[in-house]
């Protein structure tokens, strides 16, 4: 039944902690209240509601629910990470500032963008079902889990004023029916703050294409500048602890100084290691699983055991996987990124904690060509112990 299976998934998504406490319903739709977050005296935001009607034949009586939520306006974009390994909106990692120039800088090397200024985008934060059948223990206001508790977004407002960047959040006062948008942090800045350059089409299909099966037309590419970017943390297997990170260094040619090439690779959070293989005259080289092989445990313990695979690191000192390479006053070498040679020979396999218990786990490189942007995805994982298999 919708309606009951509505019920279920609304009390799972309350806030941990939360209660749905006794007192009057507040009557709903509420009417709409436009919110200056950036204290210009021109509106930024919305919060507004909508009804959504259902018709099930299965349950008469239950008409569809009363949603409460927040819009943008004109001129208001909200920032949102947008690599391959995190599509997400973007929230502070420090509430309590708002560094400018780190957004400027994360912006700059395509890691963050912002939405789009001129449509609306929006945030269902709460629900209530409506009609007939519905009764007073069930009538109420409930999360739709889409509330972002707890986190601080960022956004940005350009309007005849000025630009501003504020951080703010999303709160749900008890008993639920209201929405409230809290102000944390306002900064004024220059007019075209975050703007971002186009993005490059390295290649075009022809304008009439072969209609073979699964032909696709070429999308822009993004390309990254050369440089070296903030840290991008990933996420591998959604457990709200970060377990790699995504890093740049300037790798010198002669070791000190000078010309080099900017690298771009992976590196390990405390909690990950990767799995390495002892190769010839005892160098270890990063362990591949390929699609259809399988890492059995006896595999792994027998090879611990005989000192032929090694988890790194051991010691907690950070490792560094190259994946891409660009040029830095390098005029014989070609312009432009590179991938390593072993960046895409299969899938590299970690271990890391997922609530208090070991997992083993193959790494995916993701990457749209050779713009300089790529990402990891965990592509499998199982607890420690079984059998992982790369499909």
């Given at each position: ?244 990170l995504i890093i740049g260094q300037l790798e010198p040619v002669n070791g ?136």
């Amino acid at each position: 039944m919708i309606l009951r299976s509505f019920l279920i998934n609304a009390v799972l998504s309350l806030p941990a902690g939360a209660q749905q406490v006794a007192g009057p319903i507040i009557p709903g739709p509420p009417p709409d209240e436009y919110m200056d977050v950036t204290g210009d005296g021109i509106a930024d935001l919305l919060i507004t509601s909508r009804t959504v009607h259902i018709s099930d034949p299965q349950q008469p009586g239950f008409n569809g629910l009363y949603k409460l939520g927040v819009r943008t306006l004109s001129g208001t974009a909200v920032l949102m990470w947008n690599t391959p390994s995190n599509q997400r909106w973007y929230s502070l990692e420090d509430s309590t500032r708002l560094d400018t120039g780190l957004l400027a800088a994360r912006i700059h090397y395509k890691q963050l963008s912002w939405t789009d200024e001129d449509n609306p985008t929006e945030f269902w934060l709460l629900e209530r079902p409506f009609g007939p059948s519905v009764t007073k223990d069930q009538d109420g206001w409930y999360g739709t889990g889409d509330h972002h508790d707890g986190r601080t977004m960022v956004l940005r407002s350009a309007n005849e004023r000025g630009t501003s960047v504020a951080a703010f959040t999303f709160e749900l006062p008890f008993p639920y029916g209201r929405v409230m948008v809290r102000t944390k942090h306002v900064v004024r800045v220059p007019n075209g703050y975050g703007e971002e350059g186009d993005l490059i089409v390295l290649k075009r299909e022809p304008e009439e294409p072969p209609f073979d099966f699964g032909h696709e037309l070429a999308g822009p590419q993004v390309m990254v500048p050369p440089g070296i970017p903030p840290d991008e943390r990933v996420n591998l297997n959604g457990d709200e602890i970060d377990d790699l990170l995504i890093i740049g260094q300037l790798e010198p040619v002669n070791g000190i100084g000078g010309p080099g090439h900017f690298v771009r690779g992976l590196s390990t959070l405390p909690g990950t290691m990767l799995l390495m293989t002892r190769e010839r005259w005892g160098v270890l080289g990063y362990f591949r699983l390929r699609e259809g092989e399988v890492l059995t445990p006896e595999h792994l313990a027998n090879g611990l055991a005989a000192n032929l695979l090694v988890w790194v690191p051991t010691d907690g000192e950070p490792i560094f996987v190259p994946m891409m390479l660009h040029p830095f006053e390098l005029p014989n070498e070609p312009p432009g990124w590179s991938f390593d040679a072993d960046a895409f020979d299969g899938a590299l396999v970690y271990r890391t904690m997922e609530y208090d218990r070991p997992i083993i786990g193959a790494l995916e490189i993701i990457s749209d060509g050779t713009g300089g942007q790529f990402g990891v995805r965990a592509q499998t994982w199982v607890e420690e112990g079984q059998v992982l298999e790369l499909r």
